[in-house]
């Protein structure tokens, strides 16, 4: 019930900040678009088996970049929640992102730039292990990932970027209570941070393979200067949105983590759904 609520609350909030009146001056340029992703199986005497299923997942993806002469300020939000209910069995989640981009360049010289970067990283709900769906591993706000530096930025496009920070912070926090027996998403026991300084490259593609349908992918490396810099951090996104018309799409989203802080292999995940998409 209580995961439920927060989906109908995001859903609200996402409703309410798309009545907002927002700056129009010529330097700024806005999009935003919001997707409510379901999926849905059931079967009456269905002898080849099957159990009755719905995955519902609502996103939030809203880009102000602001562009003045030699100055540009690229930022973009991404927010997401997820669940599904099985018959027989609880709710879970299977989306939770709130995600900040924040990305200030100043030419140089052809389409490089002098850059500064921050990004941000936590999630809205509790998380379970996923081996017992009952012990708690995560919450809002633990953990939260910040990222900054500065560095240099070559930008082709607004769809084609890359920025390249050989000095970047990474803090990692988490609550007390995570760490109280043991280490908790790299922060050590007993603590509730974590300080890393090492080098981020981030890159960003986005295309249309065809009409209707677009390729965006995000990419990022980071590596630890202070411990271990050979275990880079990998976080990719593809998503491809295959538009049926102006409300309706097919939607693919799939992200992949390697970050052995959390967990020593490769995180991934997947969702595919049709899409009701309200652009802003």
């Given amino acids: 019930m209580k995961r439920l ?15 907002t009146t927002i700056d129009t001056t010529k330097h700024w340029t806005r999009k935003g678009v919001f997707t409510f992703l379901a999926n849905q199986s059931s079967f009456s005497n269905w002898q080849a088996g099957g159990q009755n299923n719905f995955a519902g997942n609502v996103g939030f993806n809203y880009d102000f970049n602001y562009k003045n002469g030699d100055w540009n300020w690229d930022n973009k939000w991404i927010v997401s929640y997820g669940l599904t209910k099985i018959k027989g069995a609880d709710t879970q989640k299977t989306d939770d992102r709130i995600e900040l981009n924040s990305l200030l360049g100043k030419k140089a010289s052809g389409e490089w730039f002098y ?17 017992t769906q009952t012990v708690k591993i995560s919450h809002f706000f633990s953990p939260a990932f910040f990222q900054f530096g500065p560095g240099m930025l070559w930008k082709k496009s607004d769809n084609l970027k890359v920025n390249i920070a050989p000095a970047t912070s990474k803090l990692i926090v988490v ?4 760490t109280e027996f043991g280490s908790s998403f ?3 026991q007993g603590e509730t941070t974590r300080y890393e ?3 981020a490259i981030n890159g960003y593609y986005k295309f249309n393979i065809m009409e209707n349908v677009s390729v965006e992918n995000i990419l990022n490396f980071y590596s630890n ?19 049926i018309n102006k409300y309706l799409s097919t939607n693919f989203a ?4 390697y970050d052995d802080n959390a967990f020593r292999g490769f995180q991934t995940k997947q969702i595919i759904g049709l899409g009701v998409n309200y652009g802003f």
């Fill in 225 to 243: 200067y202070l411990e271990d810099p050979q275990n880079v951090d990998i976080d990719y996104q593809l998503n491809i949105v295959m538009k």
């Fill in 115 to 131: 850059s500064a970067f921050f990004n941000f990283k936590t999630q809205m709900d509790t998380g379970l292990d996923p081996a």
């Fill in 5 to 19: 609520f927060l989906l109908i609350l995001f859903v609200s909030t996402v409703s309410i900040a798309q009545e």
């Fill in 254 to 257: 799939f992200q992949t983590i």
């Fill in 175 to 178: 609550h007390d209570h995570f």
């Fill in 197 to 199: 300084l090492g080098a």
């Fill in 186 to 188: 790299g922060v050590e």
